[in-house]
């Protein structure tokens, strides 16, 4: 499937086929897809929980607005999104470092300055921090919906969910935030797929500001 049609046929659709599992081969392969998008500094702070177990998914469908989706999507990504994924000591970010010098693009002696860079740009405010993880986030989360498409799935996004209690039933620690959940899987045949929404055109989406 050639890109503009990814574009063109990716919905958010509400009805899954239970029937239909997905196989961790294909889950590894949509999640790997979709990990190649950019990112600040590389730091990448995109995470996510996979849920396939169904006592899971109805623990989760209870904090969801009790979204069937939630239950009869094969899974179902909590996605999070590390607001601290910039600090100093972090491993992924000192590991970040260590590939950049042995790629060459940079070396040993900057260390102070890449941690100083990044502190200046995405932590020396809370509000840089959420907007540094989740801009980043929301680029991986994208990404894993127009993946999904590619391998011949489907998804829906959802942002109607009870943050801080998915978060205290999912033991997700505080430096997380989660922007959204992603139900992942085969859209059910037998539902009826109701037409596109519409779209801002190009003159309403081109701003100019005097």
Request: overall charge negative; proline content about 6%; glycine content about 4%.
């Amino acid at each position: 499937m050639d890109f503009k049609d990814v574009i063109d046929k990716r919905r958010a659709v509400n009805f899954f086929d239970p029937e239909k599992p997905v196989s961790d081969e294909l889950i590894k392969e949509l999640v790997e897809m979709a990990a190649k998008v950019p990112s600040s500094f590389n730091l990448q702070p995109w995470s996510i929980l996979i849920l396939k177990d169904n006592d899971e998914k109805m623990k989760l469908r209870k904090l969801a607005w009790d979204q069937p989706k939630v239950s009869e999507a094969p899974v179902v990504f909590i996605v999070l999104a590390d607001r601290y994924g910039w600090r100093e000591g972090h491993p992924l970010v000192e590991r970040n470092f260590s590939e950049m010098v042995q790629a060459g693009s940079m070396t040993k002696d900057q260390h102070d300055w890449f941690i100083n860079a990044c502190k200046g740009l995405y932590g020396e405010t809370e509000e840089k921090q959420q907007a540094f993880a989740c801009k980043n986030t929301g680029f991986f989360a994208m990404a894993l919906m127009f993946a999904a498409k590619h391998l011949g799935l489907d998804s829906h996004p959802m942002d109607g969910f009870d943050h801080d209690g998915v978060r205290k039933e999912f033991n997700v620690p505080e430096s997380y935030w989660i922007p959204l959940l992603l139900a992942v899987g085969y859209f059910d045949e037998k539902k009826q797929l109701h037409p596109p929404k519409w779209r801002k055109t190009f003159e309403e989406i081109v701003m100019k500001f005097d």
